[in-house]
């Protein structure tokens, strides 16, 4: 792969060794002095996008650094450089594959407040990246700032989320809506309202919503076949909050309402933006999972 096909928010292929070994050849910054690179303000989301995007997830402590050429860097943003970094592998977090002592990928970085390439030796990050096939050496991270400065408290957010990811019993990815029906009832102001959802491996979702005369709508969701009155919302910043607040589409698609009346229609829509609203929104800082 040449560094021109590298797209500006993340990396389209693996990274080529034959690229790297070029780069490798030129002179290398080697500075003593450590950059405070500031704390990342990561969302649960954010975690969540990058650590569900990665293969792997490595802490490592840089060595030694490259500056790119502005040729090799294309969509570069402004205040920003893509740097070749040499580090050395300090922890495997997550994964499976090979990983060597020292490490090679390229990232971009904030240019320091003199607009030059920031001093980042023995600086320890945490990656989220994918293994590169036959090269345990070399690194792709699954964006061009996918890492964050390696501290106790995001180190243990990040262990968190990867816990929660792994466990046998996981929420599956939730990848819309599939009918929804409501039925008013007997009485005025009680009604249910049933919500099935798509998911990526077709597990059963649901979403339940029942209301009665003069008290508050309750609701829950569903992680199996069985529709079951007494759910529970999720918790928030939680997975199973994180795959419906951050995949649910903002309205139900208007096909999947399988109610007859118009009142009945009207009725799911709301109890739909109910749940919406219980749920909260998805706070992101970084824009959404990484896209290859």
């Known amino acids: 792969m040449k560094l021109s096909e590298i797209q500006p928010r993340h990396w389209s292929k693996p990274l080529a060794a034959a690229a790297l070994a070029a780069l490798l050849a030129g002179p290398v910054l080697a500075r003593d002095e450590t950059l405070a690179i500031p704390p990342a303000q990561l969302t649960y989301a954010d975690l969540v996008d990058l650590a569900d995007s990665s293969k792997m997830v ?40 090979p990983i ?36 345990p050496g070399d ?56 919500i099935f959802l798509k998911t990526a491996n077709d597990a059963p979702v649901s979403l339940n919503v029942v209301r ?16 079951d009155q007494s759910a529970q919302p999720p918790q928030k910043d939680t997975l199973q909050w994180y795959r419906l607040a951050c995949f649910l589409p903002r309205q139900l698609p208007p096909g999947a309402i399988l109610s007859g009346s118009g009142s009945d229609k009207m009725l799911a829509s709301t109890d739909y933006r109910y749940v919406l609203d219980q749920l909260g929104s998805c706070a992101r800082t970084r824009g959404g999972p990484p896209k290859f």
């Open 212 to 227: 009665r005369p003069n008290m508050d709508p309750e609701w829950g969701v569903s992680w199996s076949e069985l529709v």
């Open 58 to 97: 490595v802490t490592a402590q840089i060595r030694k650094t490259r500056p790119l050429a502005p040729e090799q860097s294309p969509g570069l943003r402004q205040g920003w450089v893509r740097l070749l970094v040499e580090a050395d592998t300090q922890a495997l977090v997550s994964g499976k594959a």
């Open 139 to 194: 690194l792709q991270l699954v964006d061009v700032d996918s890492y964050v400065l390696a501290e106790p408290e995001i180190g243990q957010r990040v262990r968190d989320v990867l816990t929660q990811l792994a466990a046998p019993d996981g929420p599956p990815a939730v990848t819309g809506v599939r009918d929804a029906l409501a039925v008013a009832g007997n009485l005025s102001g009680e009604s249910e309202t049933q």
């Open 100 to 135: 060597g002592q020292a490490l090679r990928f390229l990232a971009d970085f904030k240019l320091d407040a003199n607009g030059k390439p920031p001093r980042l030796k023995k600086t320890s990050l945490i990656l989220f990246a994918l293994p590169v096939a036959g090269h």
